[in-house]
């Protein structure tokens, strides 16, 4: 998920990328691109507190509409207009900023209490600019990973219409989580290519994005749900039979570390496929089946994405520290009490499985300020 090469150990990241010259042409420079990161993480915060609100939690969140608006500042204005933002870096083009933009202000006007369409049709823009953008790095690079991640923004695009349009956020949450999903596989399928999977694996690959994409539009069939949960369970399996995490993770430092975190997302979404297939449907079982792939895979991936992200994306370094394995286990312990809580209805212990998910994303923001912290100061050394 970034924007550069990042080499350790034969452990290669970078989103697909033009020439370097392409790269410069109108790019912008850090100043302008911290704003932006900035409006993310102010989702991200209003998101988290809404959903403790919704758990039953005191928190400082006055606006009551916020209440029901978790799931799209957490999806669309925090992780929206990150991937936007890593995508506008690697295409080094000023217009594609405008995408993050008006994600993550569609976010803040949410936040101040602006109608619900100012906010709705901001994020729905900035997920055309996403589409838009991805979809010409695919016209220069013609690969199943690029056309993986077009199919995801597009479907995080159709999913913002439909919301925008009217539609609850039940009703497009499977092409909110194709947008995350996707836009992860097809990175990683990337880096598949420094371990090449067999042509056979690749059309597996194919047929699994298939289901995922023709379930998505069948609603809340039982045929759809059932495989839609097989779509994404096929696919955890996929990723960690493919992955080169699999040899990286008995490296040693921040290559394990990143290693560690792919692999435990990938089990989290097989997790949360199985808990669908088993329910039957998603509203049967609809906090376990959003929290263990949207905390438990996506935030695993940022979690080991972050010390390549931030430097690539702000120019900054970031020393690993063994402290980068807190967040970690505090999100999957987080997210042990919460399965708990719901399986057997408990509903303080499903609250205090929130409130760990919460310290667990507070952490991650403290050990990256950290790490930022002991990197200015090896800089000055």
Same mark, same amino acid.
Request: glycine letters at 12%; aromatic letters at 10%.
């Given at each position: 998920?970034?924007?550069?090469?990042?080499?350790?150990?034969?452990?290669?990241?970078?989103?697909?990328?033009?020439?370097?010259? *392409?790269?410069?042409?109108?790019?912008?420079?850090?100043?302008?691109?911290?704003?932006?990161?900035?409006?993310?993480?102010?989702?991200?915060?209003?998101?988290?507190?809404?959903?403790?609100?919704?758990?039953?939690?005191? #928190?400082?969140?006055? =606006? /009551?509409?916020?209440?029901?608006?978790?799931?799209?500042?957490?999806?669309?204005?925090?992780? +929206?207009?990150?991937?936007?933002?890593?995508? *506008?870096?690697?295409?080094?083009?000023? @217009?594609?900023? *405008?995408? =993050?933009?008006?994600?993550? %202000?569609?976010?803040?006007?949410?936040?101040?209490?602006?109608?619900?369409?100012?906010?709705?049709?901001?994020?729905?823009?900035?997920?055309?600019?996403?589409?838009?953008?991805?979809? %010409?790095?695919?016209?220069?690079?013609?690969?199943?990973?690029? %056309?993986?991640?077009?199919?995801?923004?597009?479907?995080? %695009?159709?999913?913002? &219409?439909?919301?925008?349009?009217?539609?609850?956020?039940?009703?497009?949450?499977?092409? @909110?989580?194709?947008?995350?999903?996707?836009?992860?596989?097809?990175?990683?399928?990337?880096?598949?290519?420094?371990?090449?999977?067999?042509?056979?694996?690749?059309?597996?690959? /194919?047929?699994?994005?298939?289901?995922?994409?023709?379930?998505?539009?069948?609603?809340?069939?039982?045929?759809?749900?059932?495989?839609? +949960?097989?779509?994404?369970?096929?696919?955890?399996?996929?990723?960690?039979?493919?992955?080169?995490?699999?040899?990286?993770?008995?490296?040693?430092?921040?290559?394990?570390?990143?290693?560690?975190?792919?692999?435990?997302?990938?089990? @989290?979404?097989?997790?949360?496929?199985?808990?669908?297939? #088993?329910?039957?449907?998603?509203?049967?079982?609809?906090? #376990?089946?959003?929290?263990?792939?949207?905390?438990?895979?996506?935030?695993?991936?940022?979690?080991?994405?972050?010390?390549?992200?931030?430097?690539?994306?702000?120019?900054?370094?970031?020393?690993?520290? @063994?402290?980068?394995?807190?967040?970690?286990?505090?999100?999957?312990?987080?997210?042990?009490?919460?399965?708990?809580?719901?399986?057997?209805?408990?509903?303080?212990?499903?609250?205090?499985?929130?409130?760990?998910?919460?310290?667990? &994303?507070?952490?991650?923001?403290?050990?990256?300020?950290?790490?930022?912290?002991? +990197?200015?100061?090896?800089?000055?050394?």
């Amino acid at each position: 998920m970034a924007s550069a090469y990042w080499s350790r150990h034969g452990l290669l990241f970078r989103l697909p990328s033009l020439s370097k010259k *392409a790269m410069r042409s109108g790019d912008l420079g850090v100043p302008f691109r911290l704003p932006l990161l900035i409006l993310g993480f102010v989702s991200l915060i209003i998101g988290v507190l809404a959903g403790l609100a919704r758990l039953g939690w005191n #928190v400082p969140l006055s =606006p /009551a509409h916020l209440l029901l608006l978790h799931g799209p500042l957490m999806v669309s204005g925090f992780l +929206g207009t990150v991937i936007g933002l890593e995508r *506008a870096v690697a295409m080094g083009h000023r @217009w594609a900023y *405008a995408g =993050p933009l008006l994600s993550g %202000l569609g976010g803040i006007a949410f936040l101040i209490g602006l109608p619900f369409f100012i906010g709705a049709a901001a994020i729905t823009l900035g997920s055309a600019v996403l589409f838009a953008g991805t979809t %010409l790095i695919m016209l220069r690079q013609r690969e199943l990973f690029m %056309l993986t991640m077009v199919l995801g923004a597009l479907s995080w %695009l159709v999913g913002n &219409l439909l919301w925008l349009a009217g539609m609850p956020v039940p009703g497009v949450v499977t092409l @909110w989580i194709n947008f995350l999903v996707l836009t992860i596989a097809g990175e990683r399928l990337e880096l598949s290519r420094f371990l090449p999977p067999s042509p056979v694996a690749k059309r597996i690959f /194919a047929v699994i994005l298939a289901m995922l994409l023709t379930s998505s539009f069948l609603g809340e069939t039982s045929f759809g749900i059932m495989l839609y +949960g097989f779509g994404l369970l096929t696919l955890a399996l996929w990723l960690l039979r493919q992955d080169i995490a699999r040899r990286t993770v008995k490296e040693q430092g921040l290559t394990r570390f990143i290693a560690v975190c792919l692999l435990s997302g990938y089990a @989290w979404l097989a997790v949360g496929s199985i808990m669908l297939l #088993v329910a039957g449907s998603l509203a049967g079982a609809y906090d #376990v089946v959003l929290h263990t792939i949207l905390i438990g895979f996506v935030f695993s991936m940022i979690f080991g994405h972050a010390p390549v992200i931030f430097p690539a994306v702000l120019r900054i370094k970031m020393p690993y520290h @063994w402290t980068f394995y807190l967040p970690l286990l505090v999100l999957h312990v987080s997210l042990l009490v919460r399965l708990t809580g719901d399986g057997l209805g408990l509903p303080d212990l499903r609250s205090l499985g929130g409130l760990l998910n919460a310290a667990a &994303l507070a952490l991650f923001i403290l050990s990256t300020v950290s790490s930022v912290i002991r +990197g200015f100061q090896t800089g000055r050394n």
